[in-house]
């Protein structure tokens, strides 16, 4: 693999970093890509469920970064040691539980299932790994977290396209070699369509629309190097598809990232921001007849609509289960949708991969929302751009790990991949602010 070149020798320790952060961003690009860019739904034919793209690449992140780390003489300074534990440690969770229940027995319909979560966790793992060490210049950061924003506005696009056309337009999407694990179908909720974009529904959709809009928010008030136009359209657009999406999860996952966004801008900025969703919804309001009935009716119903009510009655069912396999779970990935469909990420680990998965797993997401907001409110001047992607950053985090809680959002490909993602994304960023310190050589085996 061209990324796995040689690098400058050990005495140039600058110069084989500054390497490493460009092959690793490019890396980390083409993940987004696979990710974003192609239908979640695809696969690999002769593979099967474990042949989806993003996967695989995600298992080479994984070789990548242990093979780097095996082969260093000095001691790894980029990064967050926080993160990196409680990835490394969720990583095991995961692998004991599917020893365990391994070990118990497996019905033979889980048994593939438990292979392909297997290898979807270490894949995630593995790219937030390699984003959390890898990543040694803030500059290659600022590129990764634009090319992020960039699929995410892309995204938004075929959104909005779909929305325009009333269909999914992808129907005609074949690529040899690949299979649709899993249909696509464009879902309705009112007279609308509700868009999805390369993702397999429209939840899944949701998150990725609630996690990209803060960075580009973020970078669209900061970046001045470029024209309105340029820095404002991806905000724009995935602003217009959430509130357009006919998802509650959408509205959700946007208000708790603006709320999170609030408090870091300035009392003009929140004028103005504020001022421009309130003409921005009275321009649907007014354009999309139907529009304003359709969101009024999404929230009204809840509490008492079949959704809603299946969430609540998820709680008993989930204990009872999990109480079976209380610490470590049944093996994620096992507890297969004709079972139950819990619609809560947290409730689906804990009966996966028990109390100890479930706590590691909120112990991630909990380690890189903490180092993105410390970061950017104790290491960076106010109004400075790196604090603003900072915070947008853990907004998008925060967004994420409350959507989790609507649905089962670590079954999904693209919500999982941004999810852990952006925890590698904020323990680098957290690592490029660290006070400088020289490198020191590696402790071995034979020193005291």
């Known amino acids: 693999m061209a990324a ?44 099967g469920s474990l042949g989806r793209p993003s996967t695989l690449w995600g298992l080479l992140a994984l070789f990548w970064w242990g093979f780097e780390r095996l082969r260093r003489t000095t001691t790894l300074r980029s990064g967050s040691r926080a993160v990196r534990w409680s990835l490394l440690l969720f990583l095991a969770a995961v692998l004991l539980s599917y020893a365990v229940s391994n070990l118990q027995g497996i019905p033979p319909n889980e048994s593939s299932p438990a292979d392909s979560g297997l290898l979807r966790a270490a894949g995630w793992v593995g790219i937030a790994l390699l984003a959390n060490d890898g990543i040694t210049s803030i500059r290659r950061w600022q590129v990764l977290l634009g090319r992020l924003i960039l699929l995410g506005g892309l995204s938004a696009l075929l959104g909005l396209a779909q929305f325009v056309a009333g269909q999914s337009l992808l129907e005609w999407l074949t690529l040899p070699g690949f299979s649709a694990e899993s249909g696509h179908s464009a879902s309705t909720r009112g007279d609308f369509i509700r868009p999805a974009g390369m993702s397999t529904q429209p939840l899944e959709y949701a998150v990725v629309l609630a996690m990209t809009l803060p960075p580009a928010l973020s970078l669209a008030l900061t970046d001045r190097g470029r024209s309105t136009a340029a820095r404002w359209w991806p905000a724009l657009a995935l602003a217009l598809i959430a509130l357009l999406s006919g998802s509650r999860s959408a509205f959700i996952g946007v208000a708790v990232g603006l709320a999170a966004m609030l408090p870091t801008w300035s009392a003009a900025v929140r004028t103005r921001m504020l001022a421009a969703l309130a003409a921005l919804l009275a321009l649907l309001y007014v ?13 009204q119903s809840l509490g008492s609509d079949s959704s809603s009510l299946s969430r609540t009655d998820s709680y008993t ?3 009872e289960i999990a109480s ?5 779970g049944r093996g994620f990935g096992t507890f297969l949708p004709q079972y139950r469909i819990f619609d809560n990420g947290y409730l689906t680990a804990l009966v996966e991969i028990g109390m ?10 909990g380690s ?12 960076l001047p106010a ?3 790196d604090r603003a992607l900072g915070s947008g950053l853990a907004a998008a985090l925060l967004s994420g790990a409350v959507l989790l809680a609507f649905f089962d959002g670590l ?20 690592g490029l602010h660290r006070p400088a310190q020289p490198d020191t050589p590696a402790k071995t085996w034979e020193e005291p």
């Open 368 to 379: 890189g929302l903490w180092c993105a907001l410390r970061t950017a409110r104790t290491r």
């Open 4 to 47: 796995l070149r040689a690098y400058p020798a050990p005495g140039n320790r600058a110069g084989a970093d500054t390497a490493l952060a460009s092959d690793v961003v490019f890396f980390l690009t083409v993940y987004l890509v696979l990710t974003l860019a192609l239908p979640s739904y695809l696969t690999i034919t002769a593979l």
């Open 287 to 299: 354009s999309v007849p139907g529009i304003g009935g359709t969101i009024r009716g999404m929230f």
């Open 356 to 365: 100890v998965g479930l706590l590691l797993l909120v112990l991630v997401l």
């Open 317 to 319: 069912a989930a204990v």
């Open 324 to 328: 079976r396999n209380l610490f470590f």
């Open 383 to 385: 109004g400075s751009r």
């Open 411 to 430: 079954n999904f490909s693209s919500s999982a991949a941004l999810l852990f993602l952006a925890v590698g994304l904020a323990g680098a960023y957290r």
